[in-house]
């Protein structure tokens, strides 16, 4: 009996070795670098400045080689200068950028996983506080999101990750009577490294 409970035991601890290692999930926190492009089809020759960011993404693998990602991020506050006014500071606005991607990762590399990955983000856009209310911004952006990346494997279930995307977000200018004033695209590129966590 004593052999059966310790057999069992061990066919136990096994199996949830096993299940672990061929989890779906993998979970990353990045630190994210944003760089705007700042294509402005208004007469303020608008820019929003770049900013460090916090990002947490959430991987499903449907196989070993293809995974979903959900990127996720707080309510980031961007600074808007204008060139038509000597670059001064004309107010702020804040988004929140989720983003869902379709990834393919490589598998035939020895020591490092790369990946490549398409898909959409939306932005919500809000508090937008320009020229003392004189201008605002949509308050929403569709867009595609491009990316490519690797995971090193540090462990079994963590691994250090490098991450590149180029995002499409734009958002039409209004003045104060509604009256639009052209667009202003973000199109930021997001260069992040970060932790991995495979359950």
């Not at 006014?85 to 035939?108: D, E, I, S």
Request: hydrophobic share 40%; net charge positive; glycine share 8%.
């Amino acid at each position: 009996m004593k052999k059966i409970l310790i057999a069992a035991a061990v066919g136990i601890l096994v199996a949830g070795q096993v299940a672990a290692q061929e989890s779906p999930w993998l979970v990353r926190a990045r630190a994210v670098k944003l760089s705007m492009a700042n294509h402005d089809a208004t007469a303020l020759d608008l820019s929003v400045d770049d900013k460090t960011i916090p990002e947490l993404d959430v991987s499903y693998f449907f196989n070993k080689n293809v995974a979903a990602e959900l990127i996720l991020t707080i309510p980031q506050q961007q600074q808007v200068s204008a060139g038509a006014l000597g670059g001064a500071n004309v107010g702020t606005f804040k988004h929140l950028p989720p983003t869902l991607l379709v990834q393919y990762h490589f598998t035939n590399f020895n020591g490092f996983k790369p990946y490549v990955g398409a898909g959409v983000n939306y932005t919500k856009i809000s508090k937008t506080n320009l020229a003392s209310g004189d201008y605002t911004l949509d308050d929403h952006s569709y867009g595609y999101a491009l990316q490519v990346g690797v995971d090193v494997p540090l462990t079994k279930q963590v691994s250090f990750n490098f991450d590149l995307k180029k995002v499409n977000i734009q958002s039409t200018v209004y003045n104060s009577s509604g009256v639009s004033q052209g667009t202003l695209k973000l199109d930021p590129v997001l260069v992040g490294v970060g932790i991995g966590y495979r359950f």
